[in-house]
């Protein structure tokens, strides 16, 4: 893996949440925390713009998950420059394949009507 695995979590965890994916969310939530990332961290993802939690490479990653999740083309060009400012190639085609494979995964787990479980 090129990129760090608490980004790759947070990345995995921002799609579950604009996918409304509860499976996911739990799924994914607990990974971020076994993977370290602080759960105040966690807490803030929605609001990650806002935050001074999140460093810029993970803003501009972020901001890319969100808009490639979102399919907004006509804002696209500029979320990928950033990841250029960031990440080298390796990286951002980690990146988009993170992002694309866990909008697959959130889509199928909603077609499938997973239901979430919290274990005890």
């Avoid at 996911?24 to 990650?48: E, F, N, R, Y």
């Avoid at 998950?65 to 990440?87: I, K, Q, S």
């Avoid at 080298?88 to 009507?113: C, H, Y």
Wanted: aromatic share 6%; charged share 20%; hydrophobic share 45%.
């Amino acid at each position: 893996m090129n990129i760090e695995k608490k980004l790759a979590q947070l990345l995995r965890l921002r799609v579950a949440q604009m996918n409304e994916c509860s499976y996911c969310l739990i799924l994914h939530t607990q990974a971020a925390h076994d993977q370290g990332v602080p759960a105040a961290k966690v807490a803030h993802l929605p609001s990650w713009r806002e935050s001074t939690m999140f460093d810029e490479p993970e803003k501009a990653a972020l901001a890319y998950c969100e808009g490639l999740t979102a399919y907004d083309l006509p804002g696209f060009a500029p979320l990928h420059e950033a990841l250029t400012a960031n990440f080298d190639e390796k990286q951002i085609a980690e990146i988009a394949a993170i992002v694309i494979n866990m909008n697959l995964w959130t889509r199928l787990k909603l077609a499938q009507g997973q239901v979430p479980v919290l274990d005890g």
